[in-house]
């Protein structure tokens, strides 16, 4: 069974830093790409980050381009979402998601089409 789940989640101050993880496990696709979702109170949902498994593509949203990073540690299964120079407007829920890629687009190019989603993990940033 796949499994999705994110950690890393609390309390900081608007310039601060957090990482959150994704601990993933049990893909059976021949190449998939973890994304990182941020639900902001009373928004909807939308992809911050993802990192595909095979080749490291990555991709960032404008908003966060400079002060997050994604990295991935494929022996842990693993993938990290350092995030430095934290705004308030980042806080929310984030959520980790696995879903089935091809190298012909970047990793974002299917957010629309998430095979499975993680609990997300609750980060705020406090001015």
């Known amino acids: 069974d796949v499994q999705l789940q994110a950690s890393g989640g609390g309390l900081v101050q608007a310039g601060g830093s957090l990482t959150l993880s994704c601990a993933a496990s049990?893909?059976?696709?021949?190449?998939?790409?973890i994304g990182w979702f941020h639900q902001a109170p009373g928004k909807e949902r939308e992809g911050v980050s993802c990192?595909?498994?095979?080749?490291?593509?990555?991709y960032y949203t404008d908003s966060v381009k400079g002060r997050f990073t994604i990295s991935s540690d494929n022996a842990k299964n693993t993938v990290y979402l350092q995030m430095n120079n934290l705004k308030p407007e980042d806080t929310g829920v984030y959520y980790c998601?696995?879903?089935?890629?091809?190298?012909?687009?970047?990793?974002?190019?299917?957010?629309?089409?998430?095979?499975?989603w993680g609990k997300g993990t609750l980060v705020t940033v406090s001015s």
């Open positions: 998601a696995g879903y089935a890629t091809a190298s012909d687009y970047d990793c974002s190019s299917y957010y629309g089409a998430i095979n499975y």
């Open positions: 049990g893909f059976t696709f021949d190449d998939y790409a």
């Open positions: 990192i595909r498994r095979s080749d490291g593509d990555t």
